[in-house]
């Protein structure tokens, strides 16, 4: 651990309404890049669809026998994307039969090897068809208009098994057509008793555009980290992290085994070196000041108000019940009808969990921030939240053979856990070959520790509580197929403890113990309040707290959205 004190610009630590944050991690930085390139691409989608025409629903033409019957009144106003087609049209379904010219060519082949075999659909683009109506009536010719692509109807057909089939002279098709003028084209074809298919590429190609936007936002979403993580991880001065502190108060020393890289979980500021530290555990630092880091010195940290987290969320719900709307609401077939569907419910589901997940996290953060940081000097009987640092209590600390070896000895520690694993590979019925680690073996244990915030130190009792968060592991090592990772809080760390505050009995108290210095006779236990929360965490609450959203993001935004997506439920 480091030991050169740098003060802290509190001001950088209390945002406004808005802050850009980047995430620090490559987990997180790739996937967010990846989400600025979708909504580009989203953009480009949304570019495309402007060119494409915007083709009415089938179901709004006019349907006639004849081209007698249409009326050349009941026009459409051409709408975006007809570039060369004028201003207005007629929109007509018609059945007809082909008496020259060949529309479709299905057949199947096999590949090099003859044994699989592929179906194929050839539509021709530059067909010129003469059709007549199927309730008698002039021919007219007809080609497919020069704003669209092909779209014809057929069975489905499976090869291997039937002859070359045609949709030629003969055949009776439903023609969805465009008249321009007096100059009529077709749009699509349904043959062999299907009905001419809507023309939804505009539709598609925005829809497409949403899609896009949903997984972009929902990307840039979780990967956003919130402004005071940001900002905490550019105060951490990037020191060597020293061994930790190995021994009993008064006799002390450098530990063997790994050293640990800072992490999310460390200090902020380098903390007091065990060279400073009082032979009484108990006592007061020389100076009997708080350490730089307790939030009593640093005050309480407020987020930004918005961030990428809550506008990309806000960008995902709307986005994605826009794209459920017009899936269900535009003229679509009854897949993208039941994706529609289907998609409003996972809307309100994932509102919903959202507003869940959020709310017990803001809580669990506004708990941390409400309960008032005690001095250890002055702290009384009774919930008390305390920040300080690891220090060896009356007993010491521990020296840990990670799986039983000597040769992963760990020393310092005041709480562990670690595992050992095997490399297991096993093969299937076709001989593919899949490993993965097994867990063999665990062990945890702990110790009671002195945890000291400058002003005095007091006793804890890690074991006290169900779960201690020792942050990210310490080390691992490896040896052929095995491996051992180890998990630990040690002294010199710093730590994060909201439980009760007791008093020690007589038995209880070590020999020799300063019964003038009253903190000297309490212990810190994870025994539960009513209504309490209880932890104890590697780190400080400066640490702890960077996860902290404002209110407006972890409340407010969630329950307006989860609102807003129920909305189309009971309207």
């Not at 018609?94 to 479709?104: K, N, P, Y």
């Not at 096999?110 to 044994?115: I, T, V």
């Not at 402004?227 to 190995?246: A, E, M, Q, Y």
Request: net charge negative; aromatic share 8%.
């Amino acid at each position: 651990m480091g030991d050169e004190k740098q003060p802290i610009d509190h001001t950088s630590l209390h945002h406004g309404f808005f802050q850009f944050t980047f995430p620090h991690t490559w987990k997180g930085i790739v996937p967010w890049v990846i989400a600025a390139i979708l909504f580009l691409g989203a953009g480009a989608f949304l570019l495309v669809s402007l060119d494409v025409p915007d083709v009415p629903p089938v179901s709004e033409s006019q349907y006639v026998d004849s081209l007698d019957e249409i009326d050349d009144e009941d026009t459409v106003t051409l709408g975006a994307g007809w570039q060369n087609s004028g201003d207005e049209a007629i929109f007509a379904v018609i059945d007809v039969v082909i008496q020259e010219g060949t529309l479709v060519h299905g057949y199947w082949t096999l590949d090099s090897d003859g044994e699989n075999c592929t179906d194929h659909v050839d539509v021709y683009d530059d067909a010129i068809l003469t059709v007549a109506p199927t309730s008698g009536g002039e021919s007219i010719d007809i080609a497919w208009s020069d704003e669209v692509s092909t779209e014809v109807s057929t069975d489905s057909r499976n090869c291997p098994g039937y002859d070359d089939w045609y949709i030629g002279a003969g055949s009776e098709v439903e023609m969805f057509i465009i008249g321009i003028d007096g100059e009529y084209s077709m749009l699509s074809v349904g043959a062999e008793g299907n009905e001419a298919g809507e023309r939804t590429e505009r539709e598609d190609a925005q829809r497409t555009a949403l899609a896009t936007v949903v997984l972009a936002a929902a990307l840039m979403m979780v990967t956003t980290p919130t402004s005071l993580s940001d900002d905490i991880k550019n105060l951490k001065t990037r020191w060597k992290n020293k061994p930790f502190v190995h021994g009993s108060p008064g006799n002390l020393k450098d530990a063997s085994g790994p050293i640990r890289e800072v992490d999310e979980h460390d200090w902020v500021l380098p903390p007091p070196g065990h060279e400073t530290w009082p032979e009484n555990p108990y006592a007061p630092n020389d100076e009997g000041t708080l350490i730089e880091e307790h939030p009593n010195v640093v005050g309480t940290p407020t987020p930004a108000t918005f961030t990428l987290y809550s506008i990309n969320g806000i960008i995902f719900i709307t986005a994605a019940l826009w794209l459920a709307a017009d899936l269900t609401a535009r003229h679509s077939d009854e897949t993208r009808q039941t994706i529609g569907y289907w998609l409003r419910i996972g809307i309100v589901l994932f509102s919903l969990l959202w507003s869940i997940f959020a709310f017990r996290k803001w809580k669990l953060m506004r708990n941390i921030i409400d309960t008032p940081s005690s001095n250890v000097r002055g702290v009384a009987v009774g919930p008390a939240e305390l920040v300080g640092q690891v220090r060896p209590g009356p007993q010491g600390t521990m020296s840990v053979n990670v799986g039983g070896s000597a040769s992963r000895k760990v020393q310092g520690v005041v709480k562990y856990r670690w595992k050992e694993e095997e490399r297991v590979c096993t093969k299937d019925s076709d001989g593919n070959e899949s490993c993965s680690w097994k867990t063999r073996r665990t062990d945890s244990g702990g110790t009671e520790f002195i945890l000291h915030d400058g002003t005095g130190g007091i006793l804890v009792d890690p074991n006290s509580w169900d779960k201690v968060e020792m942050g990210d592991k310490l080390h691992r090592w490896r040896g052929g197929n095995w491996r051992w990772t180890v998990w630990v809080l040690a002294a010199g760390d710093p730590v994060y403890c909201l439980g009760r505050v007791e008093t020690r009995t007589h038995e209880e108290r070590e020999e020799g113990i300063d019964t003038t210095i009253p903190n000297s006779l309490l212990i810190v236990r994870g025994n539960k309040d009513t209504g309490m929360q209880v932890h104890l965490h590697r780190g400080t609450e400066l640490s702890i707290i960077s996860g902290l959203r404002s209110t407006t993001e972890a409340i407010v935004v969630p329950i307006i959205m989860l609102i807003f997506s129920a909305i189309p439920f009971i309207w």
